[in-house]
């Protein structure tokens, strides 16, 4: 029996724009997926761009204007992954075209046009996804399984960081990710940090409730690319010392100009009865510590990922052999299109994009005031 199909209109080529087509490539041939995907059309920032990447990723057509594309009622699925600042703007729009939409972390630089964004969709009951891929790592589930189950005890404390480099050095230009419509190092990739505690304690230490920030800006200017300097107000580093509705307490960091760290989003869960630590540099892995071994044995073993970890084994059938960046994007996708199909709920929607928005925006406001804040 065939197929419905679903057709795909993407905004953006680059690093994430091609993950998105990496991950439909791949969804359409690891899962069993209640749809046909077909790559309709491509837009992109000028005609060369636009073309090159439409054949090369498989389009069948391309654009320079979005809002056309938005507009073509073959369409069906919008995927946003253009600067932070256009994400309230294309995704409004699609929405209004009544396509479902796939957004690109930070949903949006402000918390409002977040949640003006989730509110529009819940009206025009579209489907909306929050690229948060990372939440989708087997290990992750296993992770918050065992912290579920009550294998940790009571979570006593917590600590998240995601560190890369890709802003330390000073020379580098300014771009979008600078400006203050573009949200600084918490929003673009502490969001990752704040995203993971809560989807791993949510069920047991409650939500995060109050935030303590420290946001600072070391690098205070950037080179124009016209030959002179623009001023940077964005953070470098965003920190957060946190309590949770239990009354855990944790901290989270974000920091892209963390010399030499290209993909460190660690964490780190300590109860009562034991304790969980991942890096990503290693995200094949989780590692466990239970108070329950004898003394003399005790200390962090390591539990590999393999096909005892759903969805691993439609990946691989043999354990050890590792998943990368990309399949946890077509896993993020498989979920989002059986949302559209009712197979379940959406994974990581606008309304919940629009809560790690308004945890950054507590933290920035904690910063500034130098004060706890509560999380509203």
Known sequence: MSKPKIRIGLIGSGFMGKAHVFGY??????????????????????????????????????????????????????????????????????????????????????????????????????????????????????????????????????????????????????????????????????????????????????????????????????????GGKRHVEVDDIGRAFLRFASGASGSIEGNWISTGRKMQHDFEVYGTKGALAFSQERFNELHFFSTDDPRGRQGFRRIEAGPDHPPYGLFCVAAGHQLGFNDLKAIEIAGFLDAIADRRFEPFNFRAGLRIQTLVETIQASSRAGAWKDVG
């Open 25 to 226: 490539t791949t969804a359409a041939r690891v899962f069993d997926l209640p749809f046909e995907v077909e790559l309709h059309t491509l837009a992109d920032v000028n005609d060369e761009a636009a073309a090159k990447a439409a054949t090369a990723l498989g389009f069948a057509h391309w654009t320079t204007d979005w809002r056309k594309m938005v507009a073509d009622r073959d369409i069906d699925v919008i995927n946003i992954t253009a600067p932070n600042a256009l994400h309230k703007e294309m995704a409004l729009a699609a929405i209004a075209a009544g396509k479902h939409v796939h957004c690109e972390k930070p949903l949006a630089p402000i918390a409002s046009d977040g949640r003006d964004m989730a509110d529009a969709a819940e009206s025009a009951k579209v489907k909306t996804q929050v690229g948060l891929n990372y939440l989708c790592n087997p290990m992750f589930g296993l992770a918050r399984d065992m912290i579920a189950a009550g294998e940790l005890g009571e979570i006593l404390g917590y600590r998240g960081v995601h560190a890369e480099d890709y802003m330390a050095d000073p020379t580098s230009p300014f771009t979008f990710r600078h400006d203050p419509a573009g949200g600084g190092a918490l929003a673009d990739i502490g969001s990752h940090a704040l995203a993971t505690a809560e989807f791993l304690l949510s069920a047991t230490a409650g939500p995060i409730t109050r935030v303590m920030g420290d946001c600072v800006t070391m690098i205070s200017e950037r080179p124009d690319g016209k």
